[in-house]
Each structure stands twice: as structure tokens, then as C-alpha cells.
């Protein structure tokens, strides 16, 4: 499966982002996703995760309350809805994607989009 993320952009604190993952080649309903994010000099972190057909979701403590993870398997497409953005949620967010099937790492991966939030 390929995944295309968009939706990145500059933003000010408090503003609102949404972001896509959609795939392609196969169908994304068969497979659990995730979000992960990058800042400068930090290590990939998880943010959001959702299983294949949408029934469970579970995010980073960072983000709880303020992220919301969601998935139209009609579709093909992985949202990240992103609200009251602080400076420190400035990354490069990616998605990830694993087979339903399967347990371990996420072994299937966009390009990343990037997020800027100013102060």
C-alpha cells in the first residue's frame, strides 16, 4: 500500500489543521494506521493510532483532548483533525500503516508533511 499525506501548512497557535493520508495500490480498510511526528533534534514519536475498521483509537498524552483521529474507508483516506495547535506540535507528521493481520511495527510509510505553528 502507498501513502500520500498533505494537509500540512503554517498555522498560529490556537488554529486548527487537518490532515489526509490517503492510499493507494490496495485498500486502506484492511490495514491499522498511525500518526507519527518529528520534530528538529527529537525522536519519531506516535501521536494517534486507529484500527482497521475504526473501532478503536488512542493518542499520545501530548495531544489528548486536542487531536482526533478518524478514517473513511470509502475513501481509502486516514484524517488527523488537529485543534488548538501550540508551537511545540511543529513536526513533520507522518502515517503509517500495518496489516490487520499482522503485530509489530508499522511497516508501511508516507512522505511527511509538515506542520508550523507560531506563537
Known amino acids: 500500500v502507498q501513502l500520500q499525506a498533505s494537509g500540512g501548512g503554517l498555522v498560529q497557535a490556537g488554529g486548527s489543521l487537518r490532515l489526509s493520508c490517503e492510499a493507494s495500490?490496495?485498500?486502506?480498510?484492511?490495514?491499522?494506521v498511525a500518526w507519527f511526528r518529528q520534530a528538529p533534534g527529537k525522536e519519531r514519536e506516535s501521536v494517534a493510532t486507529i484500527t482497521w475498521s475504526g473501532g478503536t483509537t488512542s493518542y499520545a498524552d501530548s495531544v489528548k483532548g486536542r487531536f482526533t483521529i478518524s478514517r473513511d474507508n470509502a475513501k481509502n483516506t486516514v484524517y488527523l483533525q488537529m485543534n488548538s495547535l501550540k508551537p511545540e506540535d511543529t513536526a513533520v507528521y507522518y502515517c503509517?500503516?500495518?496489516?490487520?493481520?499482522?503485530?509489530?511495527?508499522?511497516?508501511?510509510w508516507g512522505q511527511g508533511t509538515l506542520v508550523t505553528v507560531s506563537s
Open positions: 503509517a500503516a500495518r496489516f490487520r493481520g499482522s503485530s509489530g511495527s508499522y511497516n508501511y
Open positions: 495500490g490496495r485498500t486502506l480498510s484492511n490495514y491499522h
